[in-house]
Structure formats: structure tokens, C-alpha cells
């Protein structure tokens, strides 16, 4: 079983930045991707970015393609989603969230993740 722990959010301006993070532990059977989700409220939760068991393989939602950066660092187990220009729309609880064992490459689908963080607030102002 795999836990995971996000850190990162908080308050920024419409244009600004913040780094989410997601720190994995526990031991994985097999390669998995890992993915960000956004749920706004009164809103299902929604597809923002997601990384292949390796790095190399992205996926961006088209709200945040060109803005948000999604990266690996696995000396660390860790997952980041970068976000840069910032919109009032961005506003949001951000999870992180691993695919099922062996399903090693991204997808936007939440039926397909097993392990969810407990959620980071993103709150942008206008």
C-alpha cells in the first residue's frame, strides 16, 4: 500500500505561482503513474495532470497545458505539479493520486487511482 502526502498550497494572485508536492511511501507492487485531480466545490473532481511510471510520458488537461508542469523525482518519491499563471478558475482542492499497480502510464480517468492524498487548498485571488 502506498500513502501519500501533499504539501504546497495556499494563497496566490491571479498571475503568480505555487509548487504542489506529493510525497509517496509504502512499497508498490509493481510500476504505476502517478496523477494531480482538482475539485472545486459544488464541482466533480477533474483531471489535471499526470506522469508515467518513468517521467517520461506527461498529460496536461487543456485548462492548464502551457501553465502547469508536471515532474517525478523518484530519489526523492516525490511528484510536483508546478503551476504558473495562476487564474481565479485555478482554484481548487488539489489531490495527488497513484494509478493502480501496473498501470504504469498516465490517464485521466479517477476510477483508475488507488491511493489518494488528503487534498491541498489552492485558493487565487483576482
Known sequence: QVQLVESGG???????????????????TSPYAMGWFRQAPGKEREFVAAVSWNGA???????????????????KSTVYLQMNS?????????YCAKRKDGLAWPS????????????????VSS
Open 57 to 75: 510520458v506527461l498529460d496536461y488537461a487543456d485548462s492548464v497545458k502551457g501553465r502547469f508542469t508536471i515532474l517525478r523525482e523518484f530519489a
Open 10 to 28: 495556499g494563497l496566490a494572485q491571479a498571475g503568480g505561482s505555487l509548487r504542489l508536492s506529493c510525497a509517496a511511501s509504502g512499497r508498490p
Open 108 to 123: 485521466r480517468r479517477v476510477a483508475e487511482y488507488d491511493s489518494w492524498g488528503q487534498g491541498t487548498q489552492v485558493t
Open 86 to 94: 495562476l487564474k481565479s478558475e485555478d482554484t481548487a482542492v488539489y
